[in-house]
């Protein structure tokens, strides 16, 4: 446990002599980005958040309510809560607008525009990005058609739209003093569009909240996301809709929850569980046969944490899967299988192959660890201090 804590303290000591002022895109729902913010604030116990809007429940706010949030003037525009994503041609504009004078170092944690807001000489701003903001970049055409933007008229003023915040992401980027990647993946994308190096820390997995089991397992398999295009349940749902002998366990919630409901209609081996607690979700990965992940992520923490369960992950072999999942040419020590292209017959070849492999609940667990909050503080001990450790 000491050796745990000791960056943890290390940073909190170090922390106590700053004003740190920590900038997070939007706080609605909890995810991989908002994990890292409470590793963060777990770090900086004194820090400020700033933030576009604060919707996130009261059951998901981890250390947030021990920290002075400041959100700006898009929490009180009409139908944010729900809606908060139609504001973003003025998030660029709502950013800027956050007053971070008195601080020290400034923190983005950023996967649209965050990273935009305003520092002033003798301050630091350090972003971890998540990822370059994938609207404006390399998933435009995906969000013209996931928002239903592809109307004549429409179309071109989204576009103009997505001209414009390009132009001011790519020209924010060199405002940033240092850029940290979560992902060697998304390292390649800021070197890519913004023409900057980043160093790697990859999100901290919270390894005591994911019990290990070394098995026996049920006879499940678990997919766990929002419910959203680009993640691709359709694709896990089409797949053992015409394979009635697996069971498939799909958690989660959003706009895509409908569709995929037709989808696994009168399927009896499918269920679509909707929203689960940490503690039942925890439970699910545990005891699950495999985890099937079929999103290109910029780096995807629930993989990892279904690693930390012993629970071996089927992925999509692109993004930040690559980093995190060890496929059979590591012999022993792999923990999953990849499927090479987003397709049905990819996926059930995956499943196949991975039915007639044994892979070790030990090398899944031994391979989450490596990502773990203690190499997390660690590295950002690095980061901070360039080289010193600190007070």
């Not at 576009?52 to 003037?73: I, K, M, N």
């Not at 390009?166 to 979560?182: C, E, G, K």
């Not at 993989?303 to 980093?323: D, F, S």
Request: hydrophobic fraction near 40%; glycine fraction near 6%.
């Amino acid at each position: 446990m000491r050796e745990v804590q000791e960056p943890l303290v290390g940073l909190q000591a170090w922390g106590r002599q700053k004003r740190i002022a920590i900038v997070h895109d939007w706080l609605v729902l909890q995810g991989g980005a908002e994990k890292v913010l409470d590793a963060l604030l777990q770090a900086f116990p004194a820090a400020e958040v700033f933030t576009l809007v604060d919707f996130l429940p009261e059951g998901q706010r981890g250390r947030l309510p021990r920290h002075r949030v400041h959100t700006s003037f898009l929490q009180r525009m009409p139908l944010a809560r729900r809606h908060y994503r139609h504001y973003l041609p003025l998030m660029p504009y709502a950013i800027e607008q956050f007053d971070l004078r008195g601080f020290d170092l400034v923190i983005s944690s950023s996967h649209c525009v965050a990273k935009g807001v305003v520092t002033h000489p003798g301050q630091t701003h350090i972003c971890y990005c998540h990822t370059p903001m994938r609207y404006a970049w390399d998933m435009k055409e995906a969000y013209l058609e996931d928002a239903g933007f592809r109307v004549p008229g429409l179309e071109t003023y989204v576009r103009h739209t997505l001209q414009r915040l390009r132009q001011w992401d790519h020209f924010t980027a060199s405002q940033v003093d240092h850029f940290v990647a979560n992902s060697s993946n998304v390292a390649r994308r800021i070197a890519k569009y913004y023409r900057r190096e980043a160093e790697v820390i990859h999100p901290p997995v919270n390894l005591e909240a994911f019990p290990f089991n070394p098995g026996p397992r049920d006879d499940y398999y678990l997919a766990a996301s929002r419910l959203v295009p680009y993640k691709r349940l359709d694709l896990i749902i089409k797949v053992f809709r015409d394979m009635p002998e697996r069971r498939l366990k799909v958690v989660g919630d959003g706009p895509e929850h409908k569709r995929l409901a037709r989808l696994a209609e009168g399927c009896r081996n499918i269920e679509l569980l909707g929203y689960f607690p940490d503690a039942e979700l925890q439970h699910l990965m545990a005891n699950a046969r495999a985890y099937l992940f079929a999103a290109e992520e910029d780096f995807g923490i629930m993989p990892l944490e279904a690693q930390a369960c012993g629970t071996p992950v089927i992925a999509y072999g692109r993004g930040g899967a690559l980093e995190t999942v060890r496929d059979p040419s590591h012999g022993e020590d792999a923990t999953g299988r990849f499927f090479l292209e987003q397709s049905s017959d990819s996926l059930r070849e995956a499943l196949e192959h991975f039915e007639a492999s044994s892979l070790s609940a030990r090398a899944c667990r031994a391979n989450a660890e490596r990502f773990g909050p203690t190499a997390f503080w660690a590295s950002w001990c690095d980061v901070l201090l360039q080289g010193e450790a600190p007070a």
